[in-house]
């Protein structure tokens, strides 16, 4: 479960603290899926790297699996992440000097060695459909394949919590359809607790449950 209660966050400014955030609570389980709307600078993305313990809260609290993630030392938080976590960000983040079959793998290549990830990282490209690209690097992929790329990645792990940030915004028409499908595919699956912060009114549309980011509240009514 992921749990978020009571979240404030500030950011310091010349003219005093400026809140992004304010009393952001919520509550998703294994097999939930939300997407949360709202414009550019609505803080949107603010609220993905605090619920992925990228970034710690002025108050309030967030727990995954019963873990309140800011409680762990530097380097145990970092694990937690990659255990746990799977992030899928606007801009795909690719490493330009790997293919794309390196690319998924890179979040395994610190903790325990795993002689499956290559096989797992390879079954994932498949899924997204990207199997005859594995030897490719970013240079040579569309934007839509880049951001599958960046999905298997995110999923390499098999986390509990996959958030999306805008995960369509820089795709075509065409190619954000692909991603939104595939996001609806892995949340009928009910393997991980999906989290898509978003603008585009379509992509939400495709979720179960909306809600709506302003001025740093959560508004609406969730399905």
């Given at each position: 479960m992921l749990k978020a209660e009571h979240i404030c966050k500030e950011f310091p400014?010349?003219?005093?603290?400026?809140?992004?955030l304010n009393d952001v609570s919520l509550e998703l389980r294994r097999g939930?899926?939300?997407?949360?709307m709202g414009p550019s600078g609505s803080g949107k993305s603010t609220l993905i790297y605090v619920l992925g313990a990228l970034e710690p809260p002025t108050s309030g609290l967030v727990?995954?699996?019963?873990q309140n993630p800011f409680d762990l030392?530097?380097?145990?938080l970092a694990q937690f992440r990659n255990r746990k976590i799977g992030f899928v960000f606007q801009d795909h983040c690719l490493l330009a000097q790997c293919s794309a079959l390196e690319n998924v793998l890179v979040p395994t290549f610190v903790g325990p060695p795993d002689k499956n990830t290559a096989s797992r990282a390879k079954t994932l490209l498949d899924r997204v459909g990207l199997s005859g690209r594995a030897d490719h690097p970013p240079g040579a992929l569309s934007g839509g394949e880049k951001q599958r790329v960046a999905l298997a990645r995110a999923l390499i792990r098999s986390p509990l919590l996959l958030l999306c940030?805008?995960?369509?915004?820089?795709?075509?028409?065409?190619?954000?359809e692909s991603i939104a499908d595939l996001l609806v595919e892995i949340h009928h699956q009910r393997?991980?607790?999906?989290?898509?912060?978003?603008?585009n009114a379509e992509?939400?549309?495709r979720f179960p449950r909306q809600l709506e980011l302003i001025d740093g509240q959560l508004r609406g009514t969730e399905g």
């Amino acid at each position: 479960m992921l749990k978020a209660e009571h979240i404030c966050k500030e950011f310091p400014t010349a003219s005093g603290p400026l809140r992004i955030l304010n009393d952001v609570s919520l509550e998703l389980r294994r097999g939930d899926a939300l997407a949360i709307m709202g414009p550019s600078g609505s803080g949107k993305s603010t609220l993905i790297y605090v619920l992925g313990a990228l970034e710690p809260p002025t108050s309030g609290l967030v727990t995954l699996e019963d873990q309140n993630p800011f409680d762990l030392p530097q380097r145990e938080l970092a694990q937690f992440r990659n255990r746990k976590i799977g992030f899928v960000f606007q801009d795909h983040c690719l490493l330009a000097q790997c293919s794309a079959l390196e690319n998924v793998l890179v979040p395994t290549f610190v903790g325990p060695p795993d002689k499956n990830t290559a096989s797992r990282a390879k079954t994932l490209l498949d899924r997204v459909g990207l199997s005859g690209r594995a030897d490719h690097p970013p240079g040579a992929l569309s934007g839509g394949e880049k951001q599958r790329v960046a999905l298997a990645r995110a999923l390499i792990r098999s986390p509990l919590l996959l958030l999306c940030d805008e995960p369509t915004g820089n795709l075509d028409r065409r190619a954000a359809e692909s991603i939104a499908d595939l996001l609806v595919e892995i949340h009928h699956q009910r393997e991980t607790i999906l989290l898509v912060v978003t603008h585009n009114a379509e992509l939400a549309a495709r979720f179960p449950r909306q809600l709506e980011l302003i001025d740093g509240q959560l508004r609406g009514t969730e399905g």
